[in-house]
């Protein structure tokens, strides 16, 4: 992988000064920089560790002194972490998977395998189903029944597609991502009281003693173009139609998105967020870790939930949300900042009020 | 699996009105629906939608008119989320798993399956494991040594039983739950800051550098019949004793039941829902997303948890509880009302008491 | 496994009393206990049901008088958590895992195995792996190219331990971990929503339509000895430099461990457990279950968060935290206490001040 400096340059719509001939093989944080390291000192703090590393390239801030720091060359860019995006995408060799399919595969015969596959040891691929082209399967995955996987995908070990997921082009799905489990879906025969206790908000009624009757999720799973699912996340397939992610969509580690969902695009939901079935996102929403939306509610497209909201009600396009239940940041911030003040409040209040007699019956 | 409307009118318990001789193969949205499917239009909003599609008939509301509707059937049912869970079982054709035993499973020769399974490619079963009749067990499954489990069993893709785990009958197991993990026990050769922290609410004390020691799990886990347990999910070995999941339970993804829990019959979690070692549910208890339940607690029968709920002490019987430390539902709605109000009140307060000399030292 | 009594006392650094030539097979609670069973009866009310079994021995509480309760010898220990540390450690069988490489294992002819290894079915095992001494490996897991593991490990089954991550000695991984998948990260080509939201507390300004760019991750994941890690838990390899975890850390199950994250020696941390992208902890923090913390943040040394907290700040050394935002939890009980309180405080307020006329305009 080794690649000229002003290859890497142009890559990265970068200024550089110096010499391009240099060639790179990776990239390092300065201390750990060998000679063909390209170091990344995009601020002052990093580079004061370049010395301590070998390195003769970097990527550094506007207007810092290349020859002062002992470099050969360096790289300037606009947005540090949109030339990251660019370096480490050309810098990264990806999982290995041989080229072809493994023999030990058992690929049903009806099923289709676009052109250049690798696919790896102990996947299996079940009846009718269809995987695109170039695609990465690596080893213990399965693709069940009439699934079908677009063009350039990536699934890591362990993967589990389920029968008839729809999944689209060059997406990514991280070891052991469930795709189009049975959605949690049960009724009992009269009224639970979950239903009574949500209607009253907090009243269960009288307790019935009775069992959970399975609805079935007949349903499957769509999921659009680019979209990337983290390590152990599940998906789960709708009760009549499908469960949906739309293009470009990031979801992170151990996330849970129940049946019926619809996402738009380009959402990211980092790890640890729960979304109830039937919830409906619109576009671009980003949920911190451990955001939990509640089921049946409708969530505007730019929405920004911070990390460890809980979601019981609907929210409007662009809001900025926090807390349990979540509400506007800023009210938040004033709510919990009026909060670390009560004690002492209420404390002044009492010593205060100490000569009132009590105010009676309902103290 | 194509059916007459007039003997799922029957499996339905439902009214038919209309031409009972219709075949139905699916289940479909009003919108989507084809002239093949069943039309879910319990309600008038749902209803509007029907002209887009071509649905012949359609489960309807009580009073609704079919013919105006444009159908030429329908059936009417007491309770529609009921008549969806024997609809959805009646049309779900379930994960295609060939008869017999696929010949890349590694079965034990000491092991025991019973008539008719369905195993998948890549399946390992161990010593002296017992495997109940009709069992279905998807691809790259494992059930460990010594493990039963009962009748008509579905273990999906990648599940893993550990040694010793003893399961029911009609169990579901989605992809990749792992049932028999070891416990998370471990302790410290001296008391830990923790155990300081927990019985003074908060001070650890004098801090002691040490290592864990791990308590090794002995126990096995028990499971009832008619449970499910959700994709990545994970239910641990009891350290000495079993721990033990009553019959019924449902249990969602991404979901964690610690060492030596006891779970009553039929309770319920929603996803990401974790519940700590040792602790014991009743009958019934429903926990929605993302509930934590602390260790070493006792919850009542019947107790329903709201979504995000964080228990930290014992709950009685047939309580609605919500908030972080769990309150009753009433108390936490109360709690947060008034919350958002402090941060108005406060800044009346200080108003009102500008005149008023600051209290002094404690301020 | 039958053990001597007296044998398992000097283990256990225990006193015996009575007839230390007893043989021991399993430990058991007192009312399951049968004759080669060690009862634990560390305290009065778990010994009332020795009765109800039939233990000849049992661990009792110090004074306490073996000859009456019926038993035959009697172990005393001082702590005794840690005596059931090591008698579990004794009794444990382990999992089965025969000896040597199973037939069907997939092992890469450059991959190094050391002496007397014990690798399941389905393994696969890359290019250039290298395994240590002793390691038993379930079957279904996966070792990828360049992954080292040091001696006397434990993978259970269906773990992933992806390419050039590198893992101590006496390491146990429960099923489906996943060690080394991609850390999401992100970045879009102008300034996102979520960083003006981060910067201003809650104002996203201006909305602007665009996608994700991936940065992918470069670096690799760092695991010392005597670390831990729960089933379908996953730690994510780091973007430039690794994702490091100290000696002696114990992570439960489903816990997310992002790119970049530095754990010091000895953390633990409980179910569902995240910790977000680039934070650095220091030695012995302990994490209650469904402890979430924030990106980019500095935790010292012997923290404890108790169960459910969310921590958005840096924290000091020595701290007892709770809450959402996190708190010290002297402090949290504090502000929680109050807040119970507010109701009435509330209500009383509004009684006192019926006849002041409101304050103005900004009720």
Redesign the interface.
């Known amino acids: 992988m080794s690649q000229r400096l002003d290859d890497i340059a142009t890559a990265l719509s970068a200024r550089l000064e110096g010499d391009g001939s240099l060639t790179i093989t990776?990239?390092?944080?300065p201390a750990?920089a060998g000679p063909e390291d390209l170091a990344?000192a995009m601020q002052p703090a990093y580079a004061e560790r370049l010395p301590e590393g070998r390195a003769r390239a970097a990527i550094l801030w506007e207007g810092a002194d290349w020859r002062a720091l002992g470099l050969q060359a360096a790289l300037f860019v606009q947005?540090p972490?949109?030339a990251?995006?660019?370096l480490?995408?050309r810098?990264?060799?990806g999982?290995?998977i041989a080229s072809g399919i493994?023999p030990?595969a058992?690929v049903d015969p009806t099923a289709t395998i676009g052109a250049n596959p690798a696919i790896?040891?102990?996947v299996?691929i079940?009846?009718d189903a269809r995987i695109g082209d170039n695609a990465r399967i690596?080893?213990?995955a399965?693709v069940?029944?009439e699934a079908r996987i677009g063009d350039d995908a990536l699934l890591?070990?362990?993967v589990?597609v389920?029968?008839r997921v729809v999944i689209g082009d060059r997406v990514?799905l991280?070891?052991?991502a469930?795709i189009g489990?049975?959605g949690?879906s049960?009724?009992t025969?009269?009224t639970s009281?979950?239903e009574k206790?949500r209607s009253s908000?907090?009243?269960?009624g009288e307790?019935v003693?009775?069992?959970?009757?399975?609805?079935?999720?007949?349903g499957t799973v769509i999921i659009g173009n680019?979209v990337?699912i983290?390590?152990?996340?599940?998906v789960?397939r709708g009760?009549?139609?499908a469960t949906r992610i739309g293009n470009?969509c990031?979801i992170?580690?151990?996330c849970?998105i129940?049946h019926n969902v619809v996402m738009g695009?380009?959402c990211?939901a980092?790890?640890?967020t729960?979304i109830?079935g039937s919830t409906v996102l619109g576009?671009?929403v980003?949920c911190?870790?451990?955001t939990?939306i509640?089921d049946n509610l409708s969530i505007g497209s730019?929405v920004?939930f911070g990390?460890?909201t809980?979601v019981?009600s609907n929210v409007p396009a662009?809001r900025?949300m926090?807390?349990?239940?979540a509400?506007?940041?800023?009210?938040?911030?004033?709510?919990?900042?009026?909060?670390?003040?009560?004690?002492?409040?209420?404390?002044?209040?009492a010593?205060?009020q100490k000569p009132v007699p009590k105010?009676g019956a309902?103290?």
């Open positions: 990776s990239a390092a944080e750990d990344l947005r972490r949109l990251m995006a660019h480490t995408q810098l990264d060799p999982p290995e493994h030990t058992v790896g040891p102990f299996v079940g009846r690596a080893s213990h399965s069940a029944e890591y070990n362990g589990r389920g029968a990514i991280q070891p052991s469930v489990a049975d949690l049960f009724v025969p009269e009281g979950v206790a908000l907090g009243d269960q307790i003693r009775q069992s959970w009757t399975r609805i079935h999720s007949l680019d990337e983290g390590a152990n996340s599940a789960d009760t009549i139609r470009g990031k992170d580690n151990l849970h129940a695009d380009d990211l980092a790890a640890l729960g109830a576009d671009r980003v911190g870790g451990a939990g509640a730019d920004i990390g460890g809980k019981l662009g900025v926090m807390g349990y239940p509400v506007r940041m800023d009210q938040h911030v004033d709510m919990y900042k009026a909060l670390r003040r009560l004690p002492r409040v209420l404390r002044d209040l010593s205060r105010s309902d103290d």
